[in-house]
C-alpha cells in the first residue's frame, strides 16, 4: 500500500506538470482543494508512516517533495488530458487498459465510455465524467517507469492532434 | 392605572390587558381589526384587513406550497360525510377547510410579537405577578384594575382579562362572577351571577398517527426537492385540509374520580369539542420520532468514481448522527484502503470494501 501511494503521488505529479493535461486529481496533491482534509483524517498509521517519510524527489524535475508537495495517498490518480484520450490509452506500455483497480499492476480507463459508459450523457455531465477524464489505478512497479510512460503516452496523444 | 406606581406607564390609551398567570401587561391602544386577511376563503368582514397578526390559506401563502395528495386528502374526507367548510373561521369549524394559519415569514406570530410589545416603549411588563383577582368600583358593576401579588392596579377607562381558555374564567370566578351556589359554597363574595362561567369549554383532541408511504416523494424525504428550506415546510404545517367531525356523545365517566353516575360529562360534549384531522408530510407530535424518515443509511465512498472527489466523511457522519432520524453511515473504502483511512475512527458505522476484478478488458482494447 506504501508502494501505491509513493508512485501515485510520483504520476500526480508529473502530471500537474504536463502540459498536456488540464486538471489532476489526487488528494495527495498539495494542490488539491481538499488536501488539508485528506491528511487530517489519514489513519493513524499511514499518518506515522508519513510523518516519518522523506516525500521521495519527482525523479524526472528533481524537486524534493519534503512534505510540502503532497503526501502518498491511495493508487487512485485521475486527470483530464487536453489530447485524444483514446490516443492516450493506447500509447500506455504499463498501464493496461481495464476497468479493475486496486491491484500490483498499473491501469488506466476511460470512464465516459467504460465503467461510467451506461450513465446518461446529462448525468455524466453533471457529474463531470467527460470524455477527456481517464482514471488511473497506479500499481507498485517502479516508480521511475510508470512516470515515462505516462509521459511518452501523453506527448502520442498530443502529438495526434 | 395610577401612574405613580411606576411599574406600569402611564399612556394615552385607557385599555388595558392583563395575564394573570405569569405576567401582565398594558397595551397600546388596541387595534380595532385585529387580522389581515389575504385568502380568498376568509371573510374579510370578519377579520378586518388592517391588524398587524396576518392569517393565509395553505394556497395563498406561496404559489410553490403544494402537497401531493391534496385531492386524495379531500376524497378521503368527502367519503367519511364531512363536507367542505369555505371559511373554517366563520364561526363554525364543522367539516373540513383549508388550512388558515398565523404564520409569516416562517414563524407564528405570537399577539404579542405581532404587536411588538417588547419595543413599545408605554408598555411594563411585569414578570412573575401573580393576578389575584379583578377590582370593581363600589356598586360592583364596572370593573376599575386588577389586584395582583405586586399591588393594585387601576385602569381609567377598561380592564381586559386575557388569560387564556383555563385562566380567565378562574380569574373571573375568584372575582365573584360565577354561578351564585358555587361561589358562596368556595366562600367569594358575589359580583354577578352568571352560571355558565366556566362551563363552554372548546376543545379539540388530536391523536396523531403514523402512515410510511410507497411512493415515498409524496411525503417528506431525502430527495432532493424534500429540503426543510422548501416552501411547502417552511410557511407552516405541512398539510392540505384540517377537518373537524363531532364526537358521537358517548356517555362516560370518571369512576376513579369517584364519580356514581354515568354521566356526558362536558369534556366531551358533541357540539363544543370535536375531533381535529389533519394529514402531515411530515412525522410530528409525540411518538413521532420513532417513525424515522426516510433515508434509514447513507452510503458514500470516500474518494468519488472515477472524479475522486474527496468526500469529508468525519462532517458528514457528524450532520447524520446531529439529525433526529439517526442514518447509519455506510463507507465504501475500496479507492483508499484500510492502509491510508479508517472510516471507523472518523464516524461512520458500517464500511465495505469491493473485491477488485481481475485486470482484464481485451475487448474495449481491441476496440480502441
Known amino acids: 500500500m506504501k508502494a501505491h501511494g509513493t508512485n501515485a503521488l510520483l504520476i500526480a505529479r508529473a502530471l500537474e506538470n504536463s502540459p498536456h493535461v488540464k486538471e489532476v486529481i489526487y488528494p495527495g496533491l498539495a494542490s488539491h482543494p481538499r488536501h488539508a482534509l485528506a491528511y487530517a483524517s489519514l489513519s493513524p498509521h499511514a499518518k506515522k508512516w508519513i510523518d516519518s517519510i522523506p516525500i521521495p524527489k519527482d525523479p524526472i524535475d528533481g524537486r524534493n517533495g519534503g512534505g510540502g508537495d503532497g503526501i502518498p495517498y491511495g493508487g487512485m490518480v485521475s486527470f483530464r488530458i487536453k489530447g485524444s484520450a483514446h490516443k492516450f490509452l493506447s500509447a500506455t506500455r504499463l498501464f493496461t487498459l481495464a476497468e479493475s483497480l486496486g491491484g500490483v499492476e498499473s491501469l488506466a480507463e476511460l470512464p465516459s465510455e467504460m465503467t461510467h459508459g451506461s450513465v446518461p450523457e446529462e448525468e455524466r455531465a453533471l457529474l463531470g465524467i467527460g470524455d477527456d477524464l481517464i482514471r488511473l489505478s497506479v500499481g507498485v512497479e517502479e516508480g521511475e517507469d510508470l512516470v515515462m510512460d505516462i509521459e511518452a503516452a501523453l506527448d502520442a496523444a498530443a502529438a495526434s492532434e | ?368
Open chain 2, 1 to 368: 392605572m395610577s401612574p405613580g406606581d411606576g411599574k406600569v406607564c402611564s399612556h394615552t390609551s385607557s385599555r388595558f390587558v392583563f395575564l394573570p398567570t405569569q405576567f401582565f401587561f398594558c397595551l397600546f391602544p388596541l387595534q380595532t381589526e385585529t387580522f389581515i386577511s389575504c385568502n380568498e376563503t376568509v371573510n374579510p368582514a370578519l377579520l378586518g384587513t388592517s391588524g398587524p397578526i396576518s392569517t393565509v390559506g395553505i394556497k395563498a401563502s406561496h404559489v410553490n406550497r403544494q402537497y401531493p395528495l391534496r385531492k386524495e386528502t379531500s376524497a378521503l374526507l368527502e367519503n367519511m360525510g364531512c363536507a367542505l367548510n369555505p371559511d373554517g373561521n366563520s364561526g363554525s369549524v364543522k367539516g373540513y377547510s383549508e388550512l388558515v394559519e398565523n404564520w409569516k415569514n416562517g414563524a407564528r406570530q405570537p399577539a404579542s410579537v405581532a404587536y411588538e410589545v417588547a419595543q413599545c416603549k408605554n408598555v411594563t411588563i411585569l414578570t412573575s405577578t401573580l393576578v389575584h383577582k379583578i377590582l370593581f368600583d363600589t356598586s360592583n358593576t364596572k370593573a376599575i384594575g386588577v389586584q395582583t401579588s405586586a399591588g393594585a392596579f387601576y385602569a381609567s377607562k377598561e380592564t381586559i382579562i386575557c388569560a387564556g381558555a383555563y385562566r380567565s374564567p378562574q380569574l373571573l370566578l375568584l372575582s365573584g362572577i360565577g354561578s351564585a351556589s358555587t361561589l358562596a359554597q368556595r366562600g367569594i363574595p358575589l359580583v354577578l351571577d352568571l352560571p355558565d362561567v366556566g362551563k363552554n369549554l372548546h376543545d379539540h383532541m388530536a391523536v396523531p398517527l403514523y402512515w410510511k408511504l410507497k411512493e415515498q416523494g409524496n411525503a417528506m424525504d431525502v430527495n432532493p426537492g424534500g429540503k426543510l428550506s422548501a416552501p411547502q415546510f417552511y410557511f407552516g404545517l405541512p398539510c392540505d385540509w384540517i377537518a373537524f367531525e363531532h364526537i358521537p356523545a358517548v356517555p362516560t365517566t370518571a369512576k376513579s374520580e369517584g364519580a356514581d353516575v354515568v354521566s356526558v360529562r362536558h369534556l366531551s360534549h358533541p357540539e363544543r369539542c370535536p375531533a381535529e384531522i389533519f394529514f402531515a408530510y411530515v412525522p410530528a407530535g409525540p411518538g413521532s420520532m420513532k417513525y424515522k424518515q426516510d433515508g434509514q443509511m447513507i452510503s458514500s465512498m470516500v474518494l468519488a468514481n472515477p472524479t475522486l472527489w474527496l468526500i469529508d466523511i468525519p462532517l458528514m457522519a457528524h450532520i447524520a448522527h446531529s439529525h433526529p432520524s439517526n442514518p447509519l453511515v455506510l463507507v465504501d473504502n475500496t479507492f483508499l484502503s484500510p492502509y491510508y483511512f479508517s472510516p471507523l475512527l472518523q464516524g461512520a458505522d458500517i464500511v465495505m470494501g469491493a473485491t477488485i476484478l481481475p485486470a482484464h478488458h481485451a475487448a474495449y482494447a481491441k476496440k480502441l
